[in-house]
Nanobody, 120 residues
Framework: QVQLVESGGGLVQPGGSVRLSCAAS????????MGWYRQAPGNERELVAA???????SYSDSVKGRFTISRDNAKNTVYLQMDSLKPEDTAVYYC??????????????WGQGTQVTVSS
């Protein structure tokens, strides 16, 4: 089993900042790509940002220049620094991790989600 546990989030004012964290635990050999997705009410889940084990990052156009994804491979943890937040960033944010279990079977795991609400 691979578990992803998110922390951070909450209520923040427009223009403010928040940092999300997500730690992977359980029985696995290696976590490769980690990412953050979000889903607002009535919308599809969308990719916000992703980072490879080597540190290559990608962002959706809507958050580029405002959000920063990073990771600590030793801790199997990924972070999302969210700055200059807008009301349209309000959503449930989900962590995703893809990697290899012992024995080379792949896994694709999700966190439980954390609410980020941007409102004055």
């Amino acid at each position: 089993q691979v578990q992803l546990v998110e922390s951070g989030g909450g209520l923040v004012q427009p223009g403010g900042s928040v940092r999300l964290s997500c730690a992977a635990s359980g029985r696995f050999f290696r976590v490769n790509t980690m990412g953050w997705y979000r889903q607002a009410p009535g919308n599809e889940r969308e990719l916000v940002a992703a980072i490879t084990r080597a540190g290559t990052t990608s962002y959706s156009d809507s958050v580029k220049g405002r959000f920063t994804i990073s990771r600590d491979n030793a801790k199997n943890t990924v972070y999302l620094q969210m700055d200059s937040l807008k009301p349209e960033d309000t959503a449930v944010y989900y962590c995703n991790g893809k990697g290899l279990r012992w024995g080379s079977a792949e896994f694709d795991a999700w966190g439980q989600g954390t609410q980020v609400t941007v409102s004055s």
